[in-house]
């Protein structure tokens, strides 16, 4: 597959081809489902245990707990330097996050992972995000060494999620410092105003460890010495349940307009934008604008569109016509194409080739999903327990 004649999967073109007719969500997502309506199971799923939150949060009814959250976490933070921590990637949600933060009084660490893959764009949102904020910032930079191999490796595994590398670290870089300053709350910017759909079927789990070694194993060079691998016990047991570190998602309550987000921070911060959702990244703008859509049919606006057509922000004629757009000119992903072939060490003549191995389903390797959904529900039953006994909402 030659980067420079390859065509994308273009949606419509496959036999069978269906579309949702509320949402823009398609057959490209190869789990998904219709009703006798044409309705996909996407926004059937939304409907039933996502909308009532979404349009609470939105309407404002929500602010109450969301104030009852904050003098939780201001509690736990008494005599420590920081209540909070906070991941920046210098995108719209983290951004925001952070902001909304500072304004309710929060006193949050801001803690970035370098992969080695920042803009340039990047690098200054984050520095004017806490320069203006007045925050402190931690990065843990990553030995670029065993990042490249590790990347290189994904790819020559050829599966979908090809960015596991930098999303399975960001995890451990927030825990480690929560422990380190005895911090009990981690913020997250995730959030189902504008992220209620991520088909599971377009990747793997980026936090599962074993999947992670087992691939380095088969495709690397390098033994991963210093990268923070994070595996299912410490992640979800030892820090959530033995250290009590809590991971809340605040914009979930509170409204959140992903165009009015753009226009406030950059107003009071200075952002600029990046020109589509996760590209402060080159690796993620060149993973998601080419890669996905080039070998898997993998188109993820599809699915960020979709979100913001559920939560009222787009319309689906409005997503319809922004998939004529490009978000990625040629003349960038040419650019990005030569940078990461360089950057990770091979010529772009051995980068083609190994675009163009077929597919591979995560399942080929080693993983730990079913250990993973054992260990899941066993943790929700002290949860339910507690919800029964009217201890916990």
């Not at 992903?333 to 990770?344: C, E, M, N, T």
């Amino acid at each position: 597959m030659s980067v420079d004649t390859a065509a994308k999967r273009e949606p419509g073109t496959q036999p069978g081809y269906r579309r949702c007719v509320r949402t823009i969500m398609d057959t490209s997502d190869p789990d998904i489902w219709f009703d006798d309506q044409g309705v996909s199971s996407h926004a059937l799923r939304f409907d039933e245990t996502m909308r009532d939150t979404v349009q609470a949060a939105q309407s404002g009814q929500l602010l109450g707990e969301l104030d009852a959250l904050v003098g939780e976490i201001k509690a736990s933070g008494e005599g420590k330097p920081y209540d909070c921590i906070v991941g920046v990637s210098g995108g719209v949600d983290s951004t925001y996050l952070i902001l909304q933060a500072v304004k309710l009084g929060l006193r949050p660490l801001a803690v970035h992972f370098d992969s080695g893959w920042n803009s340039e764009l990047a690098v200054d949102n984050i520095h004017n995000i806490v320069t203006k904020l007045g925050i402190d910032l931690y990065t843990h930079v990553v030995d670029w060494r065993e990042m490249k191999d590790l990347q290189l490796s994904f790819f020559k595994a050829s599966v979908a999620n090809c960015d596991i590398p930098t999303d399975h670290a960001f995890g451990w870089v927030a825990y480690q410092q929560a422990a380190k300053y005895r911090v009990k709350y981690i913020l997250s910017g995730a959030n189902l105003a504008s992220e209620s759909i991520l088909p599971q079927s377009w990747g793997y789990n980026a936090q599962d460890a074993v999947h992670l070694k087992a691939i380095q194993r088969r495709f690397g060079s390098v033994k991963l010495k210093t990268y923070p691998v994070m595996g299912l016990f410490r992640r979800h047991i030892w820090y959530p349940m033995v250290r009590g570190v809590k991971t809340v998602k605040p914009l979930n309550y509170m409204p959140y307009v992903y165009t009015d987000a753009k226009r406030e921070i950059t107003e009071e911060l200075g952002w600029r934008d990046y020109g589509g959702k996760h590209y402060e990244s080159v690796f993620t703008r060149y993973f998601q604008g080419y890669y996905l859509p080039a070998k898997f049919g993998y188109d993820k606006r599809i699915a960020h569109y979709s979100s913001l057509v559920l939560s009222d922000q787009m319309t689906r004629d409005e997503a319809l016509q922004m998939m004529e757009t490009t978000n990625y000119p040629e003349d960038l992903r040419r650019q990005d194409h030569a940078f990461i072939a360089k950057k990770l060490g091979v010529s772009v003549a051995e980068l083609e080739e190994i675009y163009a191995r077929p597919p591979v389903d995560y399942t080929a390797y080693p993983n730990a999903e079913k250990s993973w959904a054992f260990a899941m529900a066993v943790a929700r039953i002290p949860v339910k327990v507690l919800k029964r006994l009217g201890i916990r909402k």
